[in-house]
């Protein structure tokens, strides 16, 4: 395994996916790690992350210093260069100016994460800070016109630094500076598969769960049903799946879900048939957060009411991801953290006192999906795109009713059908229709129409933190514009949504 010490940099994730792309074995650890625990883990090499912080700065991040005489390769990358550069006795000089962007890098010393690279190419910078004075032992081995001290290294220790960013995509030959440090420097072995991860995963948690019996929420996506199908591959039938039917689904959803999971995977799932409750605890319900809370409280009660009948169940299944678990910081690791105490986690409520089983803790969505085609999953469920807990219902502005639901449905219907036959479906993070609480005037037919207006919103994005308006084709909106208006009743309008998140979010409620 490598491991990576998150001194802050926006880039720490990227970096252990480049390390697991290469099916090395790759964990993220805060930089207030033991060595103890460092040692215990055994890892073949160690990435310092880059970070905002300047070294001089009071509270910049720091690991302990007894890290470099483990005897094990260490690779820094900006922050992580000048942090390796300040304990083992060199200077780093406070910047006047940063070089954000493009810059070319000039090879200086033969050096094995250099191996088969031309002597000069492009790569990606972002730093204040720079070298300015070498370590003892350690050679400078790139620069770029700007930074003189731009990878160094110490051949006998292996330890090498780049002051560039190998991790984005931008810096040509960057990957191969990774899968040279993996293969050349750290030795490592290729052993990270989703075959290995599943294998594993299954006899951890046959062994935590025994013969108890677990519950699980099924969303309808892809995490809830990654995770249900590993943990009932580990413990067939003592797992209990719910799925709550809040009459805020979009069409088939249900029926598609059942077709996947039940029909082919044979998955035990009980589906609460709740919309009268949920559609008339939103009668004349307009404001946007209102409905989010009644939606959020009476799926935990639904919930909580099925959960009850099942006696004796003492775990609660959960598709948690490694990016949600980075992003709270809690500290874990080594297979036994893949079971922890209920810490309500989608706002179930502490009563339930189940403890938490979140088998795909360690992986990426991308791994995710890698997984669920390990498990026979079928393609249409696991490239799913993301789809809200609150439906429909944060999708239609103003009043939620079965007739408007039907509405939205139709269009949206429509729009992925198209989206779908114009193959984009898997490159758009999410694409659906809103229905705007407006009517409007139109002419159909030598007949005046006042009718509904429906947005269509598409985006793209990596993790949904920002996004950007699909750039969708003129003749395919033109298309679903068209289609919609025809096939659809009572809606005379379609709109497009040109807003980017920030300043807009991705769902419009
Ligand atoms: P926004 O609208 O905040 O959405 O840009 C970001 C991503 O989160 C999804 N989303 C939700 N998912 N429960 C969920 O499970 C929710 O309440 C919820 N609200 C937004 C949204 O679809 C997008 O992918």
Request: proline share 5%; charged share 25%.
């Amino acid at each position: 395994m490598i491991i990576v010490i998150d001194f802050g940099s926006q880039f720490n994730q990227l970096i252990a996916r480049r390390v697991r792309e290469n099916n090395v074995y790759c964990q993220i650890e805060p930089s207030n790690i033991s060595v103890d625990k460092i040692r215990d883990l055994n890892p073949l090499g160690i990435i310092l992350s880059g970070g905002p912080s300047s070294i001089y700065e009071d509270n910049s991040p720091s690991i302990d210093k007894s890290l470099f005489d483990l005897g094990i390769p260490i690779l820094g990358i900006c922050y992580g260069m000048h942090y390796m550069v300040h304990t083992l006795g060199g200077k780093i000089k406070k910047a006047t100016k940063r070089e954000y962007g493009f810059a070319n890098l000039t090879i200086k010393d033969p050096n094995p994460l250099f191996k088969d690279m031309d002597s000069g190419f492009q790569c990606w910078m972002s730093h204040g800070d720079s070298a300015i004075q070498l370590p003892p032992n350690f050679v400078v081995t790139a620069s770029t016109d700007n930074t003189p001290i731009a990878a160094i290294a110490n051949h006998d220790k292996k330890f090498y630094g780049l002051q560039l960013h190998p991790e984005v995509e931008h810096s040509i030959n960057g990957s191969l500076m990774i899968r040279h440090f993996l293969f050349d420097v750290c030795n490592c072995q290729k052993n990270w598969s989703m075959k290995s991860f599943c294998d594993g995963a299954i006899s951890q948690i046959k062994a935590a769960v025994g013969d108890k019996k677990v519950i699980m929420g099924l969303s309808g996506g892809v995490d809830s049903s990654v995770a249900a199908t590993l943990i009932h591959k580990a413990i067939g039938k003592n797992l209990f799946c719910i799925f709550v039917d809040n009459g805020l689904l979009r069409n088939n959803e249900k029926e598609n879900l059942e077709k996947s999971l039940t029909s082919n995977l044979d998955l035990n799932i009980r589906f609460i048939d709740a919309q009268d409750k949920f559609l008339t605890a939103l009668k004349q319900v307009t404001d946007p957060e209102k409905k989010r809370k009644i939606i959020g409280n009476l799926f935990i009660e639904v919930f909580e009411a099925e959960a009850n009948k099942i006696e004796g169940a003492e775990f609660l299944g959960q598709g948690t991801l490694y990016p949600d678990i980075i992003e709270s910081k809690s500290a874990f690791g080594g297979p036994t953290s893949i079971i922890k105490s209920h810490h309500n986690v989608g706002g179930l409520p502490e009563k339930m006192k189940l403890k938490l089983i979140e088998p795909l803790q360690l992986l990426f969505k991308d791994e995710v999906r890698k997984l669920g085609a390990e498990l026979g999953i079928n393609e249409d469920l696991i490239w799913r795109q993301p789809f809200p807990g609150p439906g429909l219902a944060i999708r239609i502005m103003g009043e939620i009713t079965p007739s408007r639901l039907d509405i939205l449905r139709a269009a949206d219907t429509i729009l992925l059908e198209e989206i779908r036959e114009a193959g984009l479906y898997r490159k758009l993070w999410q694409s659906f229709a809103v229905l705007l609480p407006i009517k409007s005037v139109g002419v159909m037919g030598d007949k005046r129409t006042f009718a509904n207006c429906i947005a269509i919103r598409a985006v793209t994005s990596n993790d949904a933190m920002t996004a950007d308006w699909a750039k969708l084709p003129h003749d395919l909106l033109g298309k679903i514009s068209n289609r919609i208006i025809n096939e659809a009743e009572n809606i005379n309008r379609v709109v497009f949504d040109i807003t980017s998140k920030p300043p807009g979010t991705i769902e419009w409620e």
